[in-house]
């Protein structure tokens, strides 16, 4: 398994003791949970580039990145929607987004076509990765109002990156499998 394979994979094997650790957080076990959380997100950015880089793309990490990007933070977010930072609706908003985009890229790989992510799609990724910093740190005072702003930058680049991805890719819908 080549280095951006590998830095996927570990993205994944975090989730679970990001997970435990943020569910049974006391004191300051946030910052704990904060720094797994951030150390994968930086995973996230190291994969691609030395990918590019070392022209290591492979089909593993062109299904695999995207798919671990959705499953930390959905982990991420659920888990704050758990102990009431984040509202449910929102989150069911942004997942379902992820799960449209999804099926959306399986139609197209049956039919011979890889859809890369959009200007608006990386925008939406890193928007939704300082919404949950912001929120797992809950740092309190103005903050507050910062979380606030991220929190509806993120649905609004959601609700956006989702309607310029099914524009962008519309021949897709009109494929018979």
């Known amino acids: 398994m080549n280095l951006p394979n590998s830095l996927t994979t570990a993205r994944m094997v975090l989730i679970i003791p990001f997970v435990i650790i943020m569910l049974n957080a006391t004191g300051n ?19 691609g580039q030395i990918a590019r880089k070392r022209n290591l793309v492979t089909n593993f990490g062109k299904f695999m990145d995207p798919l671990a990007d959705k499953l930390l933070v959905s982990a991420a977010m659920i888990c704050l929607v758990s102990i009431g ?28 076509i890889v859809i890369a992510a959009g200007w608006w799609g990386k925008c939406k990724t ?5 919404m949950i910093i912001f929120l797992i740190a809950d740092f309190g005072g103005i903050f507050t109002v910062v979380e606030q702003i991220l929190i509806w930058a993120a649905l609004i680049l959601t609700i956006i990156s989702l309607v310029d991805y099914i524009w962008k890719n519309r021949q897709v819908l009109s494929m018979q499998s």
């Open 29 to 47: 076990g946030k910052y704990l949970a904060l720094a797994i959380f951030i150390i994968a997100s930086l995973t996230d950015m190291l994969d």
């Open 85 to 112: 930072r984040l509202p449910a609706w929102i989150v069911i908003i942004i997942i379902s987004r992820e799960f449209a985009i999804s099926g959306f890229r399986l139609i197209a790989s049956d039919n011979g």
């Open 126 to 130: 890193v928007c939704q990765m300082f």
